[in-house]
């Protein structure tokens, strides 16, 4: 094939695949329409339900409630009624400007013989419990409701369209660079570069194929569509570095940024900033996420092994692994499947270290950067890792004085980098902010039957049902490396013993996945490491990429073998055909979750996880069911009550001056509350609250989230550090 020709190839499929993304999300109608049947309804309150008739006698019901941006809508009602039933639009949540809760947006008896019935609101916030009441006396069955966006409420298809021209200019200015050109018409390159883009088209097409999103029930997607809201919210409003999600729980606030990294998922969230719809927000990300992670893999396993051919076969491995598979499309872990990008570099990072050129060691301080920014518990496995590792070679490092700084560099910048990170996360720790009981060990479930972590097929659901296999090609690929010590020349090879620590290291690691592992036995140690674990299958992740590494070292112990090729090919369709449970039946087995119109409840009940991100002891549900008002201990006249995210505003009268007032807002260390322009101390209230002493008869209160001064000198020693790296390796590696 001449130069030129695989020149044009390369360029087209780059193309075709971009048309194929694009047109994967173009195309949706940009305006917001969502119907509601008479067999989705649900009723509650004083009210009776029989063959979808609702009956009132001389009370009231609701019968829905949705989430509603700010903004002008038309509500269209479908019914047949008989009696005097009439129908309020209600919002119970509201607070308007002189603080009472409560607010109705549109009211109209239902006439029996009318049938139909359309009102226009006007929202000037966001509505979470945007209510249908039903009050009088009656009989009425709904057929229909109908809300619909008066204007453009969705830029999808500008977006869509805006994405495509910046790739196809990059692909351009690339293509105008010579040293790309030379890269292209190599043949290898050419092979390489067709093989990576089909295993981003083969393992994309749950994200390629549909236009909704799929999650078996109490799986994670929602929670990470809702955090991804959260974060939008945040930054609309929030100063960086991003502490609290102001606008979760009923504007009381959630320190989500603090527990869980949002680095990545600012992707999204700032995709959904510019009003693309949370659900094509999150499938461009997930497009993002597999190009991302081929990249990493293909780069990380071709300069370990310096060979194309191994690099493929680990990017085929790895990309299609099981447990990653689960993760994207299953689990919809976020913080997993993007902490699994980072796995390959971070082995890359440490073989430099230990055993290539040590001026690399800045890869393994990215890597681990990556891993904390995307996933705490990865982090925590990732840790244990190296410390192992580090502890085996500890007398080869004392030896060599070069590798063991390189080391010290490597864990120095890691830290300072994620300093901005790691100190508000230890303050609101020490605050007694998002602590997890240590004494609870591992969680339900867990892996009881062995076959499991080796199975072809295996249930798309939840719970004890969802996959926990680590893939079948893996695991041979472990036990070929057994049965390859029988062969002198492989097992007097030096890499031997390291394949060997590798496989006795995966080991403990699948052990430790199942529910044979002493976790919540009497060793307090094992018992706290489970806690911070949480679920112990969690293992596997570390397993996939190191059972990877495992067979990587036999493929390329036989990569001159005339036969390797074929090997090669087997092994991506075996990859292909083992992932296909997940990648085939995606859409088939998995329920819908979101579709365009799906709007993330923020102040849903559901999201608190138990209160992992409250103040200790908060009464959640008394605060989910409280609307968020100010309130005094002795009578307070306010007006001009007002909340832009995290900044509060209100002016106030009182006939007294030794008042003590409460915000709606939950109390996280940083929150700075002032009186006529001077601070004034603050403390918890009695469900975890912001409380201050008022001690003026009339005035202004302002509240703002400001951070602390340690918070603040951490965001400088974290950017002059990064500043530092980028320095440092450019002198090291003479760039």
Sequence with gaps: MKKKIRYLIINGLLILVALICFFSVFGLNDGYSVSLNDEELIANGNCKIEEGKITLDNDQCTFLSTVLDNGKYNVNMFYKSKGNVSVNLFSSKYVDEKNVAGKSFAYSNLVDSVMYQEFEVSLDKRISDFDFYLSGSGVIEINDISISYIGKYYNDNFICILLLVVFLILLAVINVNGKFREMLYNKSNFYVFVLLISIFIIV????????????????????HLNRIQGLTDAIRTENFPIRIHSSEFGYYGQAESVFYPELFIMIPAMLRLGCMSLMNSYRIFELIINAVTILVAYISFKKIFKSRKVGLVGTTLYTFSIYRLTALYVRSAVGEFCAMIFFPLLVWGIYEMFFGDEKKWWLSTVAMTGILQSHLISTELSAIVCVFFGIIHLPM????????????????????????WLIPFLDFSNAGIGISD??????????????????????????????FSIGLLLFVGGCSYLILQFKTSFRNKSFNKQGLLLLGFV?????????????????????????????????????????????????????????????IIVLFISSVLLASPIICRYQKVIPIVATKTYQANVDDDRYTLGGWYFPKNTEIYYLFYEPGTVKSKLELEITDFKRQGSYLHFEFKSDANNNIVELPVLFYPGYEVKVNEKQVPIRMSKNNLIEFDLNSYEGKVTLDYVGKLSYTICNWVSLISLILLIYSVAKENKL
Excluded at 448 to 466: R, T, V
Excluded at 526 to 536: A, D, E, N, V, Y
């Design 507 to 567: 080991a403990v690691l699948l052990w430790g996945s199942t529910a044979y592992f002493p976790w919540n036995n009497s060793f307090s140690i094992l018992k706290s490491i489970g806690s911070t674990l949480q679920f112990s299958w969690r293992m596997l992740s570390i397993a996939t990429v190191l059972l990877t590494l495992i067979c990587l070292i036999q493929i390329n112990y036989f990569k001159n073998n005339k036969k390797s090729d074929f090997v």
């Design 438 to 467: 240590l004494r609870v060990g591992i969680q339900e479930p867990i892996v009881k039957e062995i076959w499991k972590l080796f199975a072809i097929f295996y249930p798309l659901d939840a719970g004890n049902q969802m996959p």
């Design 204 to 223: 994309s097409l749950p994200v390629l194929g549909g236009d909704s999103l799929h999650n078996p029930a109490f799986q994670d997607l929602e929670y």
């Design 397 to 420: 490092l004392l030896k060599n004085k070069i590798r063991f700084i390189s080391i010290i560099k490597a864990i120095t910048f890691f830290i300072l980098l994620n300093l901005w």
